[in-house]
């Protein structure tokens, strides 16, 4: 009788912990996800100020300035609105914005029509290495969306509600090649 009353307060506390660490991952997950997109927003922030730097610079022809600071004004003013008041999703004016500096690269001899003014190598290795910069954080934050998308589809996770009120993250697609391909 007392082995039963033992085995019956010990498995309830096994499964009291387990209950307890796997609202911990998912709450962990969650506050990951935060932190991704944090540094994804950040990265893209980046990317667009130095897409301003570029078409300001003089290096580039006046249509390929005024094409770069258009999509990188309608990314930043995506950015600042909030999802509801935004006139164009976000996704797509950074998949715009990607789509002017990959004309913009594209351009035949654009490399060596800049070879030699003053700054140029620097400013288009800067952009080449915030793009990076924005596929790296879109690819973390990705991994963390579905990691997290992963814990809370699970049975127990989703009948006990282990995610409480938290809302199910989004991915973020975009273009983001500078690279035709």
Request: glycine content about 4%; overall charge negative.
């Amino acid at each position: 009788m007392v082995t039963d009353i033992i085995l019956v307060i010990a498995a309830a506390l096994f499964v009291g912990v387990y209950v307890s660490w796997r609202a911990g991952r998912i709450d962990r997950l969650h506050a990951r996800v935060a932190i991704a997109r944090a540094a994804l927003d950040t990265a893209l922030l980046r990317r667009s100020s130095i897409a301003f730097e570029l078409a300001s610079s003089g290096l580039l022809d006046p249509a390929t300035s005024l094409l770069l600071v258009g999509a990188a004004s309608t990314a930043r003013t995506a950015a600042a609105a909030g999802p509801e008041d935004q006139a164009q999703p976000r996704d797509l004016a950074e998949s715009d914005l990607t789509r002017a500096l990959r004309a913009a690269f594209s351009q035949p001899d654009f490399r060596t029509s800049l070879a030699g003014k003053e700054g140029a190598d620097e400013l288009l290795a800067e952009v080449e290495a915030a793009a990076h910069q924005v596929f790296l954080a879109r690819k973390f934050y990705n991994d963390a969306v579905s990691e997290t998308r992963d814990a809370r589809r699970r049975p127990l996770a989703r009948v006990l509600r282990l995610a409480g009120k938290a809302g199910m993250p989004e991915y973020f697609e975009m273009d983001d090649s500078l690279t035709a391909e």
